[in-house]
């Protein structure tokens, strides 16, 4: 797939009252920082498409792209960022759970584990949300650039049994830094719509 247009459409705090297209929607999750608004930038050759911050929780609401007229990519909130209060964590996972709960357009998810670090409880029951929902998923393993080349490959491929996944899930390398995993993403897209 080749990305000829991607338009932000909206802001979402409340999707159950949001009026959307009824289109296949592929949605982008991880915990905050992990690089979701830089993948949705670097894909769509924008520098400000998606909102981009050094500091974490950023991407507060249910944010959507649209993709060649044809999709939505959606940025959803990152989870697990240790200074917001305990009742916006609830009300964040409140949101993702509706959302992955009631979201009849969702055809994929790419989940974004950050190579250099474990996966956290957070993201376990992302991944136990994700498999209960019977929805398919891709990993990402984002700032590639920050190990070694020659460990990427190795690291990676443990991520799907890290996070307890029942079938081996495809993982693919990426870094916007090093421009890395473009292509493979976009490959991605056209296999799943
Ligand atoms: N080294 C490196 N840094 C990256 C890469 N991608 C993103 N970053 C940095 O990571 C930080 C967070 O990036 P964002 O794209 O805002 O992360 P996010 O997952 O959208 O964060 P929230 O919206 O807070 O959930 C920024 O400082 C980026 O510059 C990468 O491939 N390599
Ligand atoms: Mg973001």
């Known amino acids: 797939m080749q990305i000829k247009k991607a338009q932000f459409i909206k802001s979402i705090a409340d999707y159950s009252t949001a009026k959307i297209e009824n289109i296949p929607q592929i949605a982008i999750i991880g915990r905050s920082n992990v690089g ?15 909102k981009v911050s ?6 507060r609401l249910i944010n959507l792209f ?11 909130p990152g989870y697990g960022y240790a200074k917001v209060s305990k009742t916006e ?9 509706y959302y992955m709960n009631n979201s009849d357009n969702l055809q994929h998810i790419f989940l974004l584990m950050d190579i250099r670090r474990e996966p956290s409880d957070l993201d376990h029951q992302m991944s136990l949300w994700i498999q209960s ?26 991520l799907s049994d890290k996070l307890a996944m029942t079938f081996r899930t ?8 090093a421009k890395m995993g473009k292509q493979e993403l976009l490959a991605r897209f056209d296999d799943i719509l």
């Open 89 to 97: 964590q609830e009300r964040w996972s409140q949101m993702l759970e």
């Open 133 to 158: 929902c019977a929805i398919p998923c891709t990993i990402i393993a984002t700032k590639c650039d920050k190990i070694a080349k020659s460990k990427r490959k190795q690291v990676a491929s443990l």
């Open 170 to 177: 495809h993982t693919i390398l990426f870094s916007t830094l």
């Open 54 to 59: 050094s500091s974490p929780g950023k991407t």
């Open 66 to 76: 649209k993709i060649n007229e044809q999709f939505y990519l959606v940025d959803l």
């Open 36 to 50: 979701k608004s830089s993948l949705i930038n670097y894909l769509c050759n924008s520098k400000k498409l998606a």
